[in-house]
């Protein structure tokens, strides 16, 4: 599939994929940017030509993935309370139990380099919306390389992305809902401590993150349409303004470094289970500064 092109802030958006459900995972593996179609029950690779494979086909919602460090693809299964991973045969198998986290599922995951998994939950229903009060369920765990798992952060409200620095010792988390990424410090056990305010949002509903070589976050934004970069501290350092909902973004490329994305058309929550005319579709916008820590790139 060939991609189409539109211009963005004077640079040129490529599409290098479109007509896909809610979209959402994008991650950058093997010159390749890989993303989920939630509603569509699979995992999609494409290539900067726009050639698409289907890698994975299965049925949760949210179904968020990320890379171990032998390569095997790690997913979110809310069908199976559990992390999955893609053999080389092609069949799923059984990683870790999720089931003790939260009743409610969870949302978004990124591996580090010691192959602990951060896995991340709302911990409310979200058709019902969060409860009030200003102490918020929302809940990080953190899945061991042998298999356990345990809650490490509470009280975010609506986690959504997440990533790693450079240096193995911040994880960053988009805490939707206030408006601002959080960061934490990660011990050698997987553990995290020194809560701060990463970067202050303004108005924004941060979703999907990246960070890059400089150490400025890349965000995408479904409400506000774009992305935005910000460095540590809240200063906005470029925008891409899309033509429908951001979800996600991730810097990868072969040749120069580019910002991926993946967006579609949002309609509400209260569309979420009825909604047809995603029109999902990943692109990509050239940048200067390539990525940088996990999601691996």
Known sequence: ?????????????EVLCSGYGLVE???????????????GGRIVAVDDAGATEVVVEHRSLPMCFDFLPDGRLVLVSNQERALLTLEDDGTLAAYADLGSLSEFGCNDIVVDGRGNAYVNSGNFDFASGPPPGD????????????????????????????AVTADGLTLVVADSYRHHLL??????????????????????????????????????????????????????????????GGFACMLGGTDAPYLYAVSAVWPG???LMTHTD????????????????????
């Open 1 to 13: 599939m060939g991609y189409l092109t539109r211009l963005c802030q004077h640079r040129a958006v």
């Open 25 to 39: 995972s994008p991650r950058w593996h093997q010159g390749r940017l890989w993303f989920s179609d939630w509603t």
């Open 135 to 162: 102490v918020q369920p929302g809940l990080v765990g953190v899945v061991t390389p042998d298999g356990a798992s345990r809650v490490v952060a509470e009280d975010i409200a609506f986690p959504n992305g997440m």
């Open 183 to 244: 960061g934490f410090d990660i011990a050698d056990d997987g553990s995290l401590s020194g809560r701060r305010v990463w970067a202050e949002l303004g108005d924004d509903n941060p979703d999907g993150i990246c960070l890059d070589a400089s150490g400025a976050a890349w965000y995408a934004d479904v409400p506000h349409q774009h992305c935005v970069r910000v460095a540590e501290g809240g200063q906005v350092l470029q925008t891409v303004d899309l033509d429908r």
């Open 269 to 271: 929550v209260a569309g």
């Open 278 to 297: 995603w029109d999902g579709q990943a692109l990509r916008v050239p940048v200067e500064v390539p990525g940088a820590g996990w999601p691996a790139h």
